[in-house]
């Protein structure tokens, strides 16, 4: 499900009905809003509020865009919540942090979540994933954005998150 709160303000709670109304009817409800403060690599208050909301909803992992960077993700009450994953193909070429961009390997049950983290960069339209060097910096950075724990910290640089619901 996709939800634009960007532009114009989504009515919250006609989306969670929206996913109320499809949960029980497919193996999971993914949710796509597009919304957020450009440029900046943490959601504001309007973002947690409504991807929480989702998730109480029945949300099943909810993967956001719209900023051009990316932006950290939390899990909560078992889900994950990715904010942005920043620009995949754009033409914003005049900044490191909107070339920068994450892309996700998500396996899904019922039991548990494991996702693969892939950052990447684009040059010119063309992304390609991360070198080592780059990849340990820009886990270093959404960490430090992010102020994960110690686990949560430890995951991110191994590249994979794992969930247990």
Known sequence: ICFEDAVTKLDKDKAVEVIKS?????????????FGIEYKHTPNNRQIE??????DAGAD???????H???TFEI???VPIFYSLGNFIFDQYWSYDTQEELSLGIVMSENFYKIYLFPMLSQ???PYLMSANQRKEFF???IKWGGY?????????SGIIEIMR
Do not use: C
Not at 50 to 55: D, G, K, N, R, Y
């Open 61 to 67: 992992i909810i993967i956001g865009t719209h900023p």
């Open 50 to 55: 409504l991807a929480h909301a989702f998730v």
């Open 76 to 78: 909560y009450n078992g």
């Open 69 to 71: 960077v990316v932006q």
């Open 140 to 142: 270093e950075k959404l």
């Open 149 to 157: 724990d110690e686990h949560t910290s430890s995951m991110i640089r």
């Open 124 to 126: 010119k339209s063309q």
């Open 22 to 34: 499809i949960n029980g009817k497919v193996d999971f409800v993914i949710v796509s809003p597009h």
